[in-house]
């Protein structure tokens, strides 16, 4: 119960030290609604915080999270597609001006895909969901044979990444505001252990570090 305690804790500090600091900004966005021009798309993992690696405020992003920050393909039925549905309200409703879809280094879904999972009914979902993972692994096999494990991993983590870019493109509201020239997609890619932000150049097909000067 000590983290649950902290947490418990730690709202009682937010609304008497913090709140106050926002309460403002916040009657804001409950008076006028949110407005997000950026909808962020990454990993679950508790090790990364979107707002804290990147210094943002209540509203200026809405926060898509799933294991291994992966997009699945647009697949037009009637089933509950829970990613799909929060990459739909922020582009059609929302109308969201960038896409960032932000993986990281010690990534544990990518580590998955070159492990063997318990055939385990508690996993049903967790295996389905790694799938969407696995055209990365495919191209990494290819065409990093010989490299060590961890490299692999670390090289599959960002290339899930340009996976994950492609299949937003399936996704006819999210094509249609590209086209128009309302939306741009971005690949960034989180590491741990340093704190720092690359962002995936198509021109040079690399990951370069982040900044003001490059925007991208």
Not at 32 to 40: A, M, R, V
Not at 200 to 205: A, I
Request: net charge negative; aromatic share 10%.
């Amino acid at each position: 119960m000590e983290k649950l305690e902290q947490l418990i804790k730690g709202n009682q500090e937010f609304q008497n030290l913090h709140f106050k600091k926002f309460e403002y900004h916040f009657d804001e966005l409950i008076n006028k609604g949110q407005s997000p021009e950026i909808l962020f798309i990454g990993c679950s993992d508790s090790r990364v915080v979107p707002d804290l690696i990147t210094g943002s405020q209540p509203g200026d992003l809405f926060i898509l999270r799933n294991i291994g920050n992966f997009v699945p393909p647009f697949k037009k039925d009637n089933d509950y597609h829970g990613t799909a549905a929060a990459i739909e309200y922020a582009v059609s409703i929302l109308e969201v001006k960038h896409i960032i879809v932000c993986g990281h280094s010690h990534c544990g879904a990518c580590e998955s895909l070159y492990k063997e999972l318990p055939d385990d009914d508690n996993l049903i979902h967790v295996k389905k969901w790694l799938e969407i993972g696995n055209p990365a692994k495919v191209f990494v096999e290819h065409n990093f044979k010989d490299c060590a494990l961890d490299e692999k991993i670390r090289i599959t983590e960002k290339i899930s990444i340009m996976f994950q870019l492609d299949n937003l493109l399936s996704y006819p509201a999210v094509k249609r505001r590209i086209e128009d020239g309302l939306l741009v997609i971005h690949g960034w890619y989180y590491e741990l252990q340093s704190g720092k932000i690359k962002y995936f150049d198509s021109s040079s097909m690399e990951f370069k570090e982040l900044s003001q000067e490059n925007n991208q």
